[in-house]
């Protein structure tokens, strides 16, 4: 099949639906009973989660069945792959994950490395951890600021959006000249090595966030409106999560303690003593929100350490302007803050890549939603939605 | 200040016993109201969306400039078009348009949206929102900083100042014609020297 | 990272497996990988979420590549085990005409969404999956858009510099 016999038809208006056509949505739900109701939670709702659609099929509040649309934000980053340079691509994976857009250049660089075999030097894998625990943590921050606004809360996220993670943006600003999409990882080190006084800039932030800790707490973790819309909304078992492909924080809030920082250690994090945060309560939304809650902590641990045992050299490694990978394939693998981003390259020997898949953890996550928002209320639904902290930049590609 | 007549902003004012009088026009009251509230719908779509709240959030706080967001469209009157627009989600961009009551404004903010951006040859991103609403401001950047849509905010102010025009222009500034904008042209490029 | 004789080991506890062969010169990370036939990865799969000894309960990815010139789509499936925090690869080869094959989604949930996405961008159908249809591009979209020989037609939200546009050459610069 080379050519399509039908002509495309465009896409149609979602929800448009008149008395005369009968409903028109391609998510078909069969069998609407007679009490029941179908709402649209369409790609355009006030939660900032992007643009998702979910159709829900209702029996007065409660939620019978949940049918989530993805799809509105795809891009065809992996055809747009094959068209550019591996340079090129690395500022194509920014745009993937936009909350914590470091880890995205490294997992492509990752695999990359692999192929062509580039030493790294020891300073530049330094770095390389401290900017991408230090976009965890900034990615943390927007997860907890915006499920506090989900469930009603619009103060925290003045403190962790606005104040906390605005310092660590500034950081970024100085060291790559970006806030959000940052191409700084590059294959064989980093762009440039840290201004004078950056590391030190670093250490003061770390601590200064101690107190702001105990600030964000008061604000939320310990208060009781709070913990009574999460506390056993959206159980998720753990042979489930992993039958579900969950992994990450996700998958961590439901018991099995996987961190790849800790499994499978890539760059220097063998050099590190931090601990792995894991749910207790059976993995329900409160769960998903403590395990990032103290991983936020656990990251401040890491960039400390990584702070004081960085040594002075290079920050790039011996790799031309236009390097063509040998003919082969690889799979890398990182710890996202959303869970397990991986990259498969497969490439021919020349400078533009032959096929390249990311993992998206998200996308796998996302997988869960029509499983938990069974017999809830619409109102939790936005808290399950937000606990399982997706951005829809990488469900899409 | 005594009375006087304020070219610059359309008023006259009048001191009085007990304070001050301000004469203007219908065009400019109206105008003033509503530039200074323009309220937008919460319309994040990808990265630039992000930037997006980041100039809601403390740091570049928008509500001192009456910006305030809204999470219908019924209620909004600017549309900021934040992120890449794909070809599955634009007719539900075109029906958000036409569900917002005139008069309303589109400012297309990164460079997704405005021409398609990093995914120019992509099979399933629009290449540029104007293909499917008409746009007032264009931002560009990928993803601009607040301080970029803060200027696109003042831009659209200073299009609102001329929007509802009763046809008068008594206390606008008239543009220069054509003559008048050539021998300005002539006389930058003689300065120069080049 | 993954040891090679846990191939070596699964293979020989399941006979319906083949050993890789090498292409010559060909680079690859050194991980355990198995090559099965289509018509016995649905077997093979569930031997190894439910041998005790392996219990790969974590389907972490599933994709597909179009090898154009071998005329075959080749399918990729990572599987990990949360006991033995091992990963192994397993790949099987459908032609590209007539591609179908059996979906694993009954043995993991988890591939649900990614056979979906397989079918949508390249056009591999999955025999008994339970909601087969597209995920990323819309109905009433004709075409799959990931194929090596995918071809773009033009619709009123384009530029004319698609890939795939009849037109433009393979980088994307118009033909003159």
């Known amino acids: 099949m080379t050519s399509p016999t039908t002509p495309n038809t465009p896409p149609k208006n979602h929800g448009q639906a008149t008395l005369a056509d009968g409903p028109v949505f391609e998510t078909k739900i069969e069998q609407v009973g007679e009490h029941e109701m179908i709402l649209n939670m369409g790609p355009q709702h006030p939660s900032t989660h992007g643009v998702l659609r979910v159709v829900l099929k209702l029996d007065g509040e409660v939620i019978t069945e949940a049918v989530p649309d993805v799809g509105y934000l795809h891009r065809g980053l992996e055809k747009l792959s094959e068209n550019r340079t591996y340079p090129m691509n690395i500022v194509l994976s920014d745009r993937n994950d936009y909350l914590s857009a470091m880890n995205n250049n490294w997992a492509f660089c990752l695999a990359v490395e692999k192929l062509l075999k580039v030493e790294i030097p020891s300073r530049a894998e330094f770095i390389r951890v401290i900017v991408g625990e230090l976009n965890r943590i900034a990615s943390h921050m927007v997860f907890y600021g915006t499920y506090g606004i989900d469930l009603g809360a619009f103060t925290p996220f003045l403190y962790s959006f606005g104040r906390d993670r605005e310092e660590i943006l500034d950081l970024f600003e100085e060291i790559c000249g970006a806030r959000i999409t940052y191409n700084f990882i590059r294959v064989g080190g980093v762009m440039l090595d840290a201004p004078e006084g950056w590391i030190e800039r670093v250490k003061a932030f770390v601590d200064r966030m101690a107190p702001r800790l105990v600030e964000y707490d008061k604000l939320l973790t310990l208060n009781p409106i709070f913990i009574d819309r999460n506390l056993g909304i959206g159980r998720l078992p753990a042979e489930k999560a992993l039958a579900l492909g969950l992994t990450g924080p996700n998958l961590r809030a439901s018991g099995p303690a996987l961190d790849l920082r800790k499994d499978h250690p890539y760059s220097v994090y063998k050099e590190f003593h931090f601990d792995v945060p894991v749910g207790k309560g059976g993995g329900d939304c409160y769960d998903r929100f403590m395990v990032r809650r103290q991983e936020i902590t656990e990251s401040l641990k890491i960039v400390r350490q990584a702070c004081e045992k960085i040594p002075s050299g290079p920050v790039m490694g011996k790799v031309g302007r236009v390097y063509r990978p040998p003919a082969g394939e690889v799979f890398a693998q990182l710890e996202a803050p959303r869970g397990w981003l991986g990259s498969y390259l497969v490439s021919d020997g020349t400078e533009r890549p032959y096929r390249h898949h990311i993992r998206a953890p998200s996308f796998i996550n996302l997988q869960a939603l029509s499983d938990l928002v069974k017999g809830l209320k619409v109102a939790d639904t936005v808290a399950v939605l937000g606990s399982l902290d997706f951005v829809l930049g990488e469900v899409d590609r | 200040m005594t009375s006087g007549f304020d070219i610059l902003h359309g008023l006259r004012r009048h001191k009085i016993v007990g304070g001050e009088l301000f004469l203007t026009t219908v065009d400019f009251f109206v105008d003033w109201g509503r530039k200074s509230s323009i309220w937008p719908l919460t319309f994040g779509l990808a990265c630039c969306a992000i930037e997006m709240m980041a100039s809601f959030a403390s740091k570049f706080d928008f509500d001192r400039m009456g910006v305030f967001p809204r999470p219908t469209p019924r209620q909004a009157d600017l549309l900021i078009i934040s992120g890449t627009v794909v070809k599955k989600m634009a007719p539900a961009v075109e029906r958000l348009y036409q569900e917002m009551p005139s008069p309303r404004f589109v400012v297309s903010m990164g460079a997704c949206s405005n021409c398609g951006g990093p995914y120019y040859d992509s099979y399933s991103v629009a290449k540029g929102v104007d293909k499917i609403i008409p746009v007032d401001v264009y931002i560009p950047g990928c993803p601009p900083r607040p301080e970029a849509l803060y200027t696109a905010v003042q831009t659209l102010q200073e299009k609102i100042d001329a929007y509802w025009d009763a046809g008068k222009q008594i206390l606008k500034p008239v543009p220069p014609s054509e003559e008048a904008l050539k021998k300005i042209n002539e006389a930058a490029i003689s300065a120069r020297g080049s | ?176």
Not at chain 3, 80 to 108: F, N
Not at chain 3, 137 to 157: A, C, I, N
């Open chain 3, 1 to 176: 990272m993954f040891p090679v004789n846990l191939v070596i080991e699964i293979s020989q506890r399941i006979h319906r497996v083949t050993l890789p062969g090498e292409k010559p010169n060909y680079v690859r990370d050194p991980e355990s990988f198995l090559t099965v036939l289509p018509s016995n990865l649905h077997d093979v799969c569930l031997a190894l979420r439910e041998f005790p000894d392996y219990l790969f309960d974590l389907p972490l990815q599933m994709t597909a590549v179009d090898f154009i010139n071998e005329k075959v789509f080749e399918l990729v499936y990572y599987l990990y085990s949360s006991k033995l925090r091992q990963g192994i690869i397993v790949k099987t080869q459908v032609p590209r005409t007539a591609p179908e094959i059996e979906s694993v989604s009954d043995i993991w949930p988890g591939m649900d969404w990614q056979e979906r996405e397989v079918y949508d961008l390249f056009g591999v159908k999955f025999r008994n999956h339970p909601n087969l249809k597209r995920i990323m591009m819309w109905e009433g979209f004709s075409g799959h858009p990931l194929r090596k020989d995918y071809v773009h037609q033009t619709d009123k939200y384009d530029s004319g510099l698609e890939i795939g546009t009849p037109g433009l050459d393979e980088r994307g610069v118009p033909i003159p």
